[in-house]
């Protein structure tokens, strides 16, 4: 850990995972102590969730995972446990999962926390409406910080983007100073949204406040790194994430770094990036895990020029979550194999929700063109750079 040796200070980031450790060891000791006692086991269950969301780490997910499972075969389906095991099988996108934990135990559909996940869960799967209205049924029972930063990236995607951030300014102000953590992950949905609207400079500003309230996280530097690209400074951006990479063991991290390296002309040293990230990404699909099919179809689409792989992964993603995402990388990559005109059903599909985002629309640039629909062609790329005007510079997929 950087901070714990070489005379470099203890980042935020480092003492808040050294802690998470200390804690579930000493937790682990307990539980084996007395096994029966569920109160030290469900604290283990949140203190490795935790940790696991510090690290990102599949294999630290997947320990929090085990002790959810361990205990609901020893003490039944708990209302806490239940949640924490829907929340992780949410977060990997194993959504029919996630509403099985939840009913497990029926209670959690009038708590607020499971409440809050059912509308996550909605929203991935398409249904915009129901989970819009859900957030504003919470928010109004009790205007809780989450809330108030999920319906902020509601509002984001359907381009209401000063609601938006006035609901993130909201929600950071809700935070107290114990959770600088937090503080800095609602800056960096700021400054996402930001940079997604052509706004690299404000994006960067907003990073920085991040860095400055939460030194060290790695989840900082990675946008950070966005930024820099979007900026023209794709060199700045790749020594950035290569030290994030060399941190944090994510396939996503070193795809863009070899995206990044090719952009640059490097093609020979992007070759092990791109190799790695595709072994990864295949090696968690082979192993029954579904997060990475969303991202080896952009993968195969791009980065891996293979567009009919690119297709066969963007259908399983879209057969587990049909929503705006996942239906234009499917359009995206039939576009890629030569299959415009299916391309175009699911381009249609995705635009239907309302989204307002350059990426897509520039995808349904493309695909209009392909048609033979100049005149939709071009009003979706004079939309796609209405949004953002920075768009042909290089994008990082977070």
């Given at each position: 850990?950087?901070?714990?040796?070489?005379?470099?200070?203890?980042?935020?980031?480092?003492?808040?995972?050294?802690?998470?450790?200390?804690?579930?060891?000493?937790?682990?000791?307990?539980?084996?102590?007395?096994?029966?006692?569920?109160?030290?086991r469900v604290r283990l269950a949140y203190?490795?969730?935790?940790?696991?969301?510090?690290?990102?780490?599949?294999?630290?997910?997947?320990?929090?995972?085990?002790?959810?499972?361990?205990?609901?075969?020893?003490?039944?389906?708990?209302?806490?446990?239940?949640?924490?095991?829907?929340?992780?099988?949410?977060?990997?996108?194993?959504?029919?999962?996630?509403?099985?934990?939840?009913?497990?135990?029926?209670?959690?559909?009038?708590?607020?926390?499971?409440?809050?996940?059912?509308?996550?869960?909605?929203?991935?799967?398409?249904?915009?409406?129901?989970?819009?209205?859900?957030?504003?049924?919470?928010?109004?029972?009790?205007?809780?910080?989450?809330?108030?930063?999920?319906?902020?990236?509601?509002?984001?995607?359907?381009?209401?983007?000063?609601?938006?951030?006035?609901?993130?300014?909201?929600?950071?102000?809700?935070?107290?100073?114990?959770?600088?953590?937090?503080?800095?992950?609602?800056?960096?949905?700021?400054?996402?949204?930001?940079?997604?609207?052509?706004?690299?400079?404000?994006?960067?500003?907003?990073?920085?406040?991040?860095?400055?309230?939460?030194?060290?996280?790695?989840?900082?530097?990675?946008?950070?790194?966005?930024?820099?690209?979007?900026?023209?400074?794709?060199?700045?951006?790749?020594?950035?994430?290569?030290?994030?990479?060399?941190?944090?063991?994510?396939?996503?991290?070193?795809?863009?770094?070899?995206?990044?390296?090719?952009?640059?002309?490097?093609?020979?040293?992007?070759?092990?990036?791109?190799?790695?990230?595709?072994?990864?990404?295949?090696?968690?699909a082979q192993e029954g895990a579904v997060?990475?099919?969303?991202?080896?179809?952009?993968?195969?689409?791009?980065?891996?020029?293979?567009?009919?792989?690119?297709?066969?992964?963007?259908?399983?993603?879209?057969?587990?979550?049909?929503?705006?995402?996942?239906?234009?990388?499917?359009?995206?990559?039939?576009?890629?194999?030569?299959?415009?005109?299916?391309?175009?059903?699911?381009?249609?599909?995705?635009?239907?929700?309302?989204?307002?985002?350059?990426?897509?629309?520039?995808?349904?640039?493309?695909?209009?063109?392909?048609?033979?629909?100049?005149?939709?062609?071009?009003?979706?790329?004079?939309?796609?750079?209405?949004?953002?005007?920075?768009?042909?510079?290089?994008?990082?997929?977070?």
């Amino acid at each position: 850990m950087e901070g714990a040796h070489g005379g470099h200070p203890m980042t935020a980031f480092d003492a808040e995972l050294a802690k998470a450790r200390k804690d579930i060891s000493a937790l682990e000791l307990l539980a084996q102590r007395d096994p029966r006692d569920p109160e030290k086991r469900v604290r283990l269950a949140y203190r490795q969730f935790h940790q696991a969301s510090l690290t990102g780490s599949e294999s630290d997910f997947r320990a929090a995972k085990q002790t959810c499972a361990e205990m609901i075969r020893d003490f039944g389906p708990k209302e806490d446990i239940c949640l924490l095991e829907a929340n992780i099988a949410g977060r990997f996108h194993c959504l029919a999962e996630a509403r099985q934990a939840l009913q497990m135990c029926p209670s959690l559909a009038r708590r607020m926390a499971g409440r809050s996940l059912l509308a996550d869960l909605d929203f991935q799967e398409g249904r915009y409406d129901q989970a819009h209205a859900a957030w504003e049924d919470l928010i109004a029972e009790q205007r809780t910080w989450d809330n108030l930063a999920r319906l902020a990236h509601w509002k984001g995607k359907l381009g209401q983007i000063d609601e938006a951030d006035q609901l993130y300014e909201e929600a950071a102000g809700d935070l107290t100073a114990k959770e600088m953590r937090s503080f800095a992950w609602i800056e960096v949905q700021r400054g996402a949204l930001a940079l997604s609207h052509g706004r690299p400079n404000q994006a960067r500003a907003h990073y920085e406040r991040a860095s400055r309230s939460y030194s060290g996280h790695w989840y900082t530097d990675e946008h950070l790194a966005g930024s820099l690209a979007a900026e023209g400074k794709p060199e700045e951006a790749l020594a950035l994430l290569q030290k994030v990479s060399a941190r944090v063991p994510k396939p996503e991290l070193k795809q863009t770094c070899g995206e990044l390296l090719r952009f640059l002309g490097r093609a020979d040293e992007a070759q092990p990036w791109l190799q790695a990230a595709e072994q990864a990404y295949l090696s968690s699909a082979q192993e029954g895990a579904v997060h990475y099919y969303h991202h080896l179809a952009d993968f195969y689409a791009d980065a891996g020029s293979q567009p009919a792989e690119a297709v066969k992964w963007a259908r399983k993603d879209v057969a587990l979550r049909a929503n705006f995402s996942t239906q234009s990388a499917l359009a995206w990559a039939l576009y890629q194999s030569g299959d415009a005109a299916e391309g175009l059903a699911w381009i249609r599909r995705a635009l239907a929700s309302g989204v307002q985002d350059a990426g897509i629309f520039a995808t349904a640039s493309a695909i209009f063109n392909a048609c033979g629909d100049a005149a939709e062609g071009g009003r979706y790329a004079r939309a796609a750079a209405a949004i953002n005007p920075n768009g042909q510079n290089f994008h990082m997929h977070h």
